[in-house]
């Protein structure tokens, strides 16, 4: 908490009002400063943190080695290389275009490497500018809302409601398979989608995504789908949004390779701006994108490219499907436990998130008392949004060891 002397210098300069706007901190700042204290509390509780969504496992050797090999060639003559393009090395957009769009008609010039898919959404955000109207599922990844917020889309926090007024909330539940009732969302300018959706952990089906795509051309409005998480996708959901007839006219994909290679530190992602993607007079959103990236971005570490190469090879493909592997078994023991002792689960199968229900109880009470009872960490389901009251989100990021202990405290707190 900042505080300020009443004998400070003060500056002539205002505060960015839309800044005042934001409630509290960041949610995942917040969990870390509670469990910060909790920590203090209780100096010898083994504490375990199945809350943010970070990565645990070491990353393969295959992409560490070609991460290695990069560092290594930037200290002689022949390997040294400086400012990249800021769009992303050709060869790295060239593999992503085809590993992952290659039967999709999408080309390498239509992807834009990033230092992750968190700073993409704000690099969006400025594109767009603030006199747009967005709509975000609820509960989502605070990112959407807090940006939306930063850049003056918004207008004021309503507590009765907690809502910011101008954002269209589409509800996601269990009533309605956590996918919106379109009938009743109001036209906006964005729309972000999240597929398999953080926190809920479900994954659209390519019916659902079809009427999406329908429902943004109806309405003249570009989705904003994040795809972070497809490749825990186990069934036949879409893996991109791409894939459904129709979505280049009115779509952008942001991705990353945070939870395939455990590359959250590393940071690593990307957009996807389609030619065939325009605004209302015609001009292409892909022109202005590039024009923000280049403003704003020298382009991603020349190393965390190469690393991203090496995801892609024929090894690293293999050994990242290891990895997602290993958290989906994490998934797996989670969602036994909580449906062993009874609880409605959601999500686990095409995400690495588990969506715990307590109804009728507070989020951050239900926060409190894991924490305060077994000292494990999760995530309040308010943090995401007013429809994720009543639910905790239980991460799948963690040693196997610690999993295991996280649900033997969860059983004797719930048996």
């Not at 999709?104 to 500018?129: C, H, N, P, Y």
């Not at 989608?193 to 390519?206: E, M, Q, V």
């Not at 704003?296 to 499907?321: D, R, V, W, Y």
């Amino acid at each position: 908490m900042f505080t300020v002397c009443c004998e400070a210098h003060t500056t002539k300069v205002s505060r960015n009002a839309n800044m005042a706007k934001l409630q509290a901190g960041y949610l995942f700042p917040e969990i870390a400063r509670r469990r910060s204290a909790h920590m203090l509390k209780y100096p010898d509780g083994q504490v375990i943190s199945l809350g943010i969504g970070d990565t645990t496992e070491p990353i393969p050797e295959v992409i560490t080695f070609g991460m290695a090999k990069k560092a290594h060639a930037l200290s002689t003559l022949e390997g040294y290389s400086g400012y990249g393009a800021e769009q992303g090395e050709k060869q790295l957009r060239a593999a992503i275009a085809s590993t992952y769009y290659g039967d999709l008609s999408l080309e390498e010039s239509d992807i834009f490497v990033s230092d992750g898919a968190k700073s993409d959404i704000s690099r969006l955000q400025v594109m767009f500018g603030s006199n747009v109207t967005m709509a975000v599922q609820d509960p989502s990844y605070p990112a959407y809302v807090d940006s939306s917020v930063i850049l003056g889309q918004t207008g004021q926090f309503q507590k009765d409601v907690e809502k910011y007024r101008k954002i269209e909330y589409m509800k996601c539940n269990p009533e309605n398979g956590f996918f919106p009732d379109l009938s009743t969302v109001s036209r906006t300018d964005i729309i972000f989608f999240c597929s398999p959706n953080n926190p809920t952990g479900n994954a659209a089906t390519r019916e659902q995504l079809t009427r999406l795509v329908q429902f943004a051309k109806d309405n003249g409005s570009i989705l904003v789908y994040d795809s972070a998480y497809a490749m825990y996708i186990s069934d036949d959901s879409p893996r991109s949004i791409f894939e459904i007839p129709g979505a280049k006219e009115v779509a952008i994909e942001v991705s990353s390779f945070s939870k395939y290679a455990g590359f959250t530190g590393v940071r690593l992602g990307w957009t996807v701006v389609p030619k065939e993607l325009l605004y209302s007079d015609g001009f292409p959103v892909a022109k202005d994108f590039n024009r923000i990236v280049c403003t704003t971005f020298n382009g991603a570490s020349n190393i965390s490219q190469a690393g991203g190469l090496a995801c892609l090879s024929p090894e690293g493909l293999e050994a990242m499907h290891k990895v997602v592997g290993f958290y989906q078994e994490n998934t797996n023991i989670i969602m036994e436990t909580f449906t062993s002792l009874g609880f409605s689960v959601y999500g686990g199968k095409n995400a690495p998130y588990v969506w715990v229900h307590f109804p009728g109880q507070s989020s951050w009470d239900v926060f409190s008392e894991i924490l305060e009872k077994t000292h494990v960490v999760t995530t309040p389901g308010s943090g995401f949004g007013p429809a994720g009251d009543g639910f905790i989100r239980v991460s799948a990021f963690g040693h196997r060891g610690n999993v295991l202990e996280a649900c033997k405290r969860f059983k004797q707190l719930y048996k």
